[in-house]
T-cell receptor
Framework: KAGVTQTPRYLIKTRGQQVTLSCSPI?????VSWYQQTPGQGLQFLFE???????NKGNFPGRFSGRQFSNSRSEMNVSTLELGDSALYLC?????????????FGPGTRLTVT | AQKITQTQPGMFVQEKEAVTLDCTYD???????LFWYKQPSSGEMIFLIY??????QNATEGRYSLNFQKARKSANLVISASQLGDSAMYFC????????????????FGTGTRLLVSP
């Protein structure tokens, strides 16, 4: 079974631009969560999508948004990029409807804002 | 609010020895799940082991076991017979809610412990 895939793997953007990151979950997983990892703040929850609906949201400004498609693929968008948005963005999928609900992570997208 | 504390920034262990990585947590919820993840230098988070708050037995997965002491709010990871490939960052995480259907999928992570296994 293929794992979680994220594209692109690396991205360099300029302040003020916007960016869209993509995540394809493990087949059969309908929950997709996004996390931001930085050296200063560690791993922080951004939001979770299940059945095309945002179910949970972390403490991030409105510049961070996302969506989920009917095939469970998810995209995350960051508008008006700031230097502090430079981070590793991790996507995770899980079987939300049964079991302990462990989340399986993708390799991440490393975003650098200059 | 939930909080995970990992007090060991770095740990060193020799190959084939056992090592314990500490994790304490704080939550007011009676139902929660505890997870350990491994993050190699490549960046991907690898799920290792899970412990539910109502599980009476400590979880085990191969060389990984979780020493769960509910009264002390600790969930230490024990790696037996360390291997060179175990060198990585290790994160303890918590999710509130007994089952995934409670509505919460948010994981709260600790700051991590960097494990270095030497030959």
């Amino acid at each position: 079974k293929a794992g979680v895939t994220q594209t692109p793997r690396y991205l360099i953007k300029t302040r003020g631009q916007q960016v869209t990151l993509s995540c394809s979950p493990i087949s059969g997983h309908r929950s997709v969560s996004w996390y931001q990892q930085t050296p200063g703040q560690g791993l922080q929850f951004l939001f979770e999508y299940f059945s095309e609906t945002q179910r949970n949201k972390g403490n991030f400004p409105g510049r961070f948004s996302g969506r989920q498609f009917s095939n469970s693929r998810s995209e995350m968008n960051v508008s008006t990029l700031e230097l502090g948005d430079s981070a590793l963005y991790l996507c995770a999928s899980s079987l939300r409807t049964s079991g302990p609900g462990e989340q399986y992570f993708g390799p991440g997208t490393r975003l650098t804002v200059t | 609010a939930q909080k995970i504390t990992q007090t060991q920034p770095g740990m060193f262990v020799q190959e084939k020895e056992a090592v314990t990585l500490d994790c304490t947590y704080d939550t007011s919820d009676q139902s929660y799940g505890l997870f350990w993840y491994k993050q190699p230098s490549s960046g991907e988070m690898i799920f290792l082991i899970y412990q539910g708050s109502y599980d009476e037995q400590n979880a085990t997965e191969g060389r990984y076991s979780l020493n769960f002491q509910k009264a002390r709010k600790s969930a230490n990871l024990v790696i037996s017979a360390s291997q060179l490939g175990d060198s990585a960052m290790y994160f303890c995480a918590m999710r509130e809610g007994k089952t995934v259907n409670t509505g919460f999928q948010k994981l709260v992570f600790g700051t991590g412990t960097r494990l270095l296994v030497s030959p």
